[in-house]
């Protein structure tokens, strides 16, 4: 029965690490087609992955360290989010979808149903995977099409020295508790 258990939640980290992979083929073949809004938007689905998957991991682990890390997901990305709103409504822009965002909000949905349908250890490691993936995803986006295509100096400050640094802690992080399952 353990390995049926250990089988299934191997199958939907390897489903999960597809749709990463998957999102972060359809964010590079847009790099010029990039504006702020769009980064804008791009950020903003990111941050709502964070925030629900870890709301719905506030729910159901059991495991201090992944409740640890899934509370600071929903403060440091809601906080994100909320300043982000705030510097749009400040430049009168309004977040424009892209093939990266729009992926994102494609993929939240059957990630968060995957999610549901487990419970302890395997849910703490599929969810922890997830993070993983998640935020190393959101690095290279950063890196590679974020960052180069960002015009606004607020927006570029914000992303360069707050999120992308949150970015490299929260892997580390993630990291290890995975490491530690």
């Known amino acids: ?32 087609a990039f504006a702020d809004p769009n980064v804008a938007a791009s950020a903003s689905a990111s941050n709502m992955d964070e925030i629900q998957t870890s709301q719905l991991a506030l729910q159901k682990t059991q495991n201090a360290a992944v409740r640890e890390f899934a509370q600071m997901m929903v403060n440091e990305h809601g906080t994100f989010e909320r300043e982000m709103q705030t510097l749009l409504q400040q430049k009168g822009m309004a977040p424009v979808d892209n093939a990266h965002s729009g992926t994102w909000k494609r993929n939240l949905p059957r990630t968060l149903e995957m999610l549901r349908a487990m419970n302890g250890a395997q849910f703490d490691m599929a969810y922890m995977t997830h993070q993983v993936g998640g935020h190393e995803m959101t690095l290279n986006t950063i890196d590679t099409t974020l960052l180069p295509n960002t015009r606004d100096p607020q927006m570029r400050e914000m992303l360069q020295n707050r999120v992308r640094p949150a970015v490299v802690q929260h892997l580390q992080r993630a990291r290890q508790i995975l490491a530690g399952m």
């Open 1 to 32: 029965m353990k390995a049926g258990k250990t089988l299934a939640a191997l199958g939907l980290t390897l489903s999960m690490a597809a749709c990463s992979a998957g999102m972060n083929g359809a964010m590079i073949g847009s790099v010029d």
